[in-house]
């Protein structure tokens, strides 16, 4: 990428973006902000915190103009539902998440080193991290014809704090305490408290962003690279390429067909017959078949991803702190890592914050599978022979086999857990966290701050085991205005205590990402939000058929 030039006022692209790399990586605010030279928060009035020319990183798979235009190509997810939904604020899964993708954009946009970079934002400006400044670009259009406006921005984004909206992100967007149009494309922001991450939480698929006033989304009208030929929820998506798409050169498809199979060597079956050129979610075990067959080959990632032992705490047995622990001795981290993920996996440690990543807290000491603890604990709470169901589900990745092994676990010690498979076809909807024992999945988040104010503050719609906590809550409000890395890192490593010690969830390792892909498909690679490129394949992907 090439600078801008650099005066006294202005920022290079580069420098900014080797800043908030660093940032990313580790190095302390303090330090970064020497980098910049300036005593604020962020830009500290003095540009944008991105640089005024806001290009993708030059790294990035497929750069416009790189791939072959034309074709089309049939994607299976691993679920579906009628439940599914192009609202991105109600979006709760990958198969929304990347139709989602292919029609909207959001103000910033994730890259393969999970650094935001600008999407329909031009400019981040903010001196205290409180109050931003937004410039949008111009002459941007919705598939309808309508041009992006500052109204557009502030209606998509003020609509999360609105309960009947049901968003998932409601918590994260409670912390918007006036959003506003100060001209045609620019928008204010001012939040409740410093928050110098707002770019990475703005990234977030849920604040995808969509034309003022929109009630109907199964249009699905969006800025994105492709439009909505056919949206049927619970059955499949046709999406055709955007001629008008504010990029150059981009999308490369003509049509992309998204379908889900919640069955694992269904799907892969189909990959391998030619039915569907690209697929999620494949078991390690299904790795050797895909590589074997000459014609596909494998994408692989460690990333964030967990699916989790849900125990609810504002029910028996759960409410007993001593069950709850029993539990999580109960969990063989080592074998799951082994004989359920192939290897294709690190060991977890009871809090969604996985090894290798910023804010990661090394001195916590390590659960580790101890039965003999746990029929300590069970025996202690009065319940070391009780019989209980525990959920499972192929939807949440590895769950069943996990089940399995947890089962000749607590066998063990007495405990006699009665495996109960359910399909994955509204198992998110109709069963995840609504039972005393089961399994859920989720998806890796961006950020420490991200991940927590959505499955572990009190009030998230999404906190799993039911966990309240008023320390976690205050500390979670406080390391957002931190602006001192050392404080902050040291509150995330108390939430990190707080959560392992307490929650009633049991994280026994962190998956990797495996896609598999027809050797057809070029531009592919990796992202480790998630699968499908982090959910973002659409646009950078071409077929070289």
Do not use: C
């Amino acid at each position: 990428m090439t600078d801008t030039k650099v005066d006294a006022q202005l920022i290079s692209g580069r420098e900014s973006l080797s800043i908030f790399e660093s940032l990313n990586r580790g190095v302390s605010r303090r330090s970064a902000l020497q980098m910049l030279g300036v005593a604020g928060v962020v830009a500290a009035g003095t540009g944008s915190l991105f640089g005024a020319a806001g290009k993708l990183l030059a790294d990035e798979p497929t750069a416009p103009g790189k791939g072959k235009p034309g074709g089309r190509i049939r994607v299976a997810g691993m679920n579906s539902s009628t439940a599914d939904t192009l609202d991105p604020a109600k979006g709760s899964g990958s198969t929304d998440y990347t139709r989602q993708y292919m029609f909207y954009n959001g103000l910033t946009r994730f890259d393969s080193h999970m650094v935001p970079q600008l999407e329909l934002a031009e400019r981040f400006d903010s001196a205290d991290a409180t109050l931003w400044v937004i410039t949008l670009r111009k002459e941007v259009t919705f598939h309808n014809g309508k041009p992006l406006t500052a109204a557009d921005v502030v209606f998509s984004l003020s609509r999360h704090k609105d309960p009947i909206t049901g968003s998932k992100v409601q918590p994260l967007a409670q912390q918007f305490s006036e959003i506003k149009a100060t001209g045609p494309n620019e928008v204010q922001i001012r939040l409740t408290g410093p928050n110098a991450e707002l770019p990475s939480i703005l990234a977030v698929s849920h604040f995808l962003i969509v034309p003022e006033g929109t009630t109907d989304f199964n249009q699905g009208v969006g800025t994105g690279p492709f439009k909505v030929k056919e949206f049927k929820p619970g059955v499949r998506s046709l999406a055709v390429r955007n001629t008008n798409y504010w990029k150059p050169g981009l999308p490369y498809l003509d049509e992309i067909e998204f379908i889900g199979i919640a069955d694992e060597p269904s799907r892969i079956n189909a990959l391998l017959s030619g039915d569907v050129q690209i697929t999620n979610e494949v078991d390690p075990r299904s790795t050797v078949r895909i590589k074997a067959s000459g014609k596909h080959q494998v994408i692989s990632a460690p990333s964030g991803n967990y699916s989790d032992l849900i125990i609810r705490q504002d029910q028996m047995p759960g409410k007993s702190p001593e069950f709850t622990q029993a539990m999580k001795y109960l969990l063989d981290r080592e074998q799951i890592k082994s004989a359920v993920f192939r290897g294709f996996a690190v060991v977890g440690n009871d809090h969604p914050i996985s090894p290798g990543a910023r804010y990661y807290n090394t001195d916590l000491p390590q659960t580790v599978y101890d039965p003999e603890k746990a029929k300590f604990l069970l025996k202690k709470a009065g319940m070391e022979s009780i019989t209980m169901p525990l959920i499972a589900s192929p939807a949440a990745t590895g769950s069943v086999d996990m089940a399995v092994l947890l089962q000749q676990s607590a066998r063990q010690v007495g405990l006699k857990l009665d495996v109960s498979r359910l399909p994955s076809d509204g198992y998110w909807s109709n069963h995840w966290m609504k039972h005393p024992l089961s399994f859920g999945n989720i998806n890796p988040r961006p950020s420490a701050d991200v991940m927590f104010s959505q499955f572990f503050q009190s009030s998230a719609p999404w906190n799993e085991s039911g966990w309240k906590n008023e320390q976690f809550d205050q500390l979670l409000l406080l390391a957002r205005g931190e602006t001192d890395d050392a404080k902050r890192g040291k509150m995330y490593a108390d939430m990190q205590t707080l959560v392992h010690e307490h929650s009633g969830i049991g994280i026994p390792v962190f998956i990797s990402n495996i896609d598999g892909i027809d050797q057809r498909v070029k531009g592919y690679g990796s992202n480790p939000l998630g699968g499908f490129m982090g959910f973002m394949f659409a646009e950078q992907v071409w077929l070289d058929a």
